[in-house]
């Protein structure tokens, strides 16, 4: 037993889970907890708000697979920042949140204490996989190394816990910080995987659909892939799985080419939004067969499928190839060449959603295969779903189906002091980038190099057009006056420069990369000059 603060026995359970870098921004409620931080010397990087804390740790999660640490103070901190919490969730991300409550006196009292909730615990509960309060010190490296478990069990997800301001800097004797082991995940049933492997064997055109799920599983898929001639798709999150550089890797665009003809679908660790008919790809082909694994059983009844494999993806994979292989399988003639053609139609198709394909192609070819993209919400973060090749898995990173307006620039922070010798690369829109701009301080104050391009159309882009075509040509509130995002970024202490067409991009972006500190890019767009990207992505039935 060690003699420990409430806030020091936190900090204990984290150290213990291997974690040395926390995204945090204190208050009073806190400050016990903040100061056993220091005392661990743990890196304590701030924010100047509590969202782009709580996007920073999921940057972080992301695109390093390890959990991201986040704290803030209780009641409006939390709820400032429950968008990154609901973005950890709907993307499956160990993010954990730390934060405060009122004293215990005041507990469930509603006397209007300092950032009081009616019930803040059963509010986490509704966007956090598992939240939990620790009352006394001595119960804190139990509870912390349970929300560990937690996150990293089964479909992983965001965590948090609480304290009682007055139990942070509470002194009891407290036992060692320990390590639970993550549940065991459930093993693939053999019958199921036999059945599987029969309705591989008889399909003649397979695709596979790959997410976040399967993000652990890309040697696996491929074999797989390799084997049965099947196109390897992916919408957002689990891109890079299986690279775009290898011709069974597709984008949504190309593979959409395909799916007319496609008579099986296999959906590894993804809720299968391309597929899944009526939710982006408008149909489905005729007597189509479909198989999942998925390390969830929940996702079993929200999609129904042929062949329900419940499994870790990479497991539930392995045991499918090794039966594919066991019971033979014909490759179609020609498939290879098929697929080829799909991909060199779909970039030849792409290349009219102008201009933001010319950027995209000048930010592939400068980048190396191992940088991180973030997306954002704009008409060059659309067009990157389809339009940017991805190589690696967790280097292309969006706010999944949350679409958290504001979310890119943050996340692209925590990305990078997760990856220090990795290129990490924000793509924002003006209107998005002005959620976060307070964090260009940030970047500056912890060395954060990111670079940051703000395409700026002057406008809420999307909403814009769609208000004009859907309504008449009414514009209400989607017009934007910016500031000068050059000066603007110059006054916080960060390079900047400024292009106003895709020639003149790439010798800034490869000035921007070589700087080495943070970097703002405003690239000038003319309002409604943008080509709209939604048609290989809510592309019409044939």
């Given at each position: 037993m060690t003699s420990l603060t409430g806030g020091e026995a936190i900090v204990s359970g984290l150290v213990a889970h291997g974690v040395d870098t926390v995204f945090g921004l204190p208050g009073a409620q806190v400050y016990g907890l903040f100061d056993a931080f220091h005392q661990a010397q743990l890196k304590v990087i701030g924010a100047r708000h509590e969202q782009a804390c709580g996007y920073m740790a999921f940057g972080y999660a992301r695109s390093s697979g390890r959990p991201g640490v986040f704290s803030v103070v209780p009641g409006p901190g939390v709820l400032n920042a429950s968008a990154a919490l609901l973005t950890a969730f709907g993307c499956n991300e160990p993010v954990l949140c730390v934060t405060g409550q009122v004293p215990t006196s005041f507990l469930g009292k509603g006397r209007g204490h300092l950032h009081e909730m009616p019930d803040q615990l059963a509010t986490l509960r509704t966007y956090v996989k598992w939240a939990e309060r620790i009352e006394y010190p001595g119960n804190a490296p139990t509870i912390v190394a349970r929300a560990f478990q937690e996150m990293m069990s089964g479909r992983r997800g965001p965590a948090s816990v609480e304290m009682p301001w007055d139990v942070f800097t509470q002194r009891a004797d407290t036992a060692t910080a320990q390590v639970l082991e993550p549940m065991p995940a459930p093993q693939p049933d053999p019958?199921?995987?036999?059945?599987?492997?029969?309705?591989?064997?008889?399909?003649?055109?397979?695709?596979?659909?790959?997410?976040?799920?399967?993000?652990?599983?890309g040697e696996e898929i491929l074999e797989l892939a390799?084997?049965?001639?099947?196109?390897?798709?992916?919408?957002?999150?689990?891109?890079?799985?299986?690279?775009?550089?290898?011709?069974?890797?597709?984008?949504?665009?190309?593979?959409?080419?395909?799916?007319?003809?496609?008579?099986?679908?296999?959906?590894?660790?993804?809720?299968?939004?391309?597929?899944?008919?009526?939710?982006?790809?408008?149909?489905?082909?005729?007597?189509?067969?479909?198989?999942?694994?998925?390390?969830?059983?929940?996702?079993?009844?929200?999609?129904?499928?042929?062949?329900?494999?419940?499994?870790?993806?990479?497991?539930?994979?392995?045991?499918?190839?090794?039966?594919?292989?066991?019971?033979?399988?014909?490759?179609?003639?020609?498939?290879?060449?098929?697929?080829?053609?799909?991909?060199?139609?779909?970039?030849?198709?792409?290349?009219?959603?102008?201009?933001?394909?010319a950027y995209l192609k000048i930010l592939r070819e400068v980048l190396p295969a191992n940088a991180i993209v973030t997306d954002e919400l704009s008409q060059v973060g659309f067009a990157s779903w389809y339009g940017f090749p991805v190589y690696q898995p967790r280097t292309f990173i969006t706010s999944g189906y949350q679409g958290t307006l504001g979310s890119g620039f943050p996340t692209a922070l925590g990305a990078k002091v997760a990856n220090p010798d990795k290129p990490v690369v924000a793509i924002t829109g003006d209107g998005g980038f002005m959620f976060g701009v307070q964090e260009l301080a940030t970047a500056v104050q912890f060395n954060i190099g990111v670079v940051t391009l703000v395409f700026n159309n002057n406008a809420y882009g999307n909403v814009r057009r769609d208000q004009r075509q859907h309504f008449d040509g009414r514009v209400v509130a989607s017009d934007l006056v910016n500031p000068d995002f050059v000066k603007l970024a110059e006054s916080f202490g960060v390079a900047a420069s400024r292009v106003t067409a895709p020639e003149q991009f790439k010798s800034a972006l490869e000035k921007a990369l070589g700087h080495g500190g943070p970097v703002v890019i405003s690239v000038e767009v003319p309002r409604d000059s943008e080509v709209s990207p939604w048609a290989f992505i809510h592309p019409p039935k044939p």
């Open positions: 019958d199921l995987i036999k059945q599987a492997a029969a309705l591989i064997k008889a399909s003649k055109a397979p695709m596979i659909f790959v997410g976040s799920g399967a993000i652990e599983a390799e084997m049965i001639d099947a196109p390897v798709v992916a919408f957002r999150s689990g891109r890079g799985i299986v690279s775009n550089a290898h011709e069974l890797g597709l984008t949504m665009a190309a593979a959409y080419k395909l799916w007319p003809t496609t008579d099986l679908m296999i959906a590894i660790g993804t809720r299968a939004e391309l597929p899944a008919s009526g939710f982006r790809w408008p149909y489905q082909p005729s007597g189509l067969k479909s198989i999942r694994i998925d390390i969830d059983p929940a996702e079993m009844r929200r999609l129904v499928v042929d062949s329900a494999i419940v499994a870790d993806a990479k497991a539930g994979t392995a045991d499918l190839a090794a039966a594919v292989k066991k019971a033979g399988y014909a490759k179609s003639r020609g498939r290879r060449e098929d697929i080829r053609e799909a991909t060199a139609s779909a970039q030849a198709e792409i290349q009219r959603i102008q201009p933001q394909m």
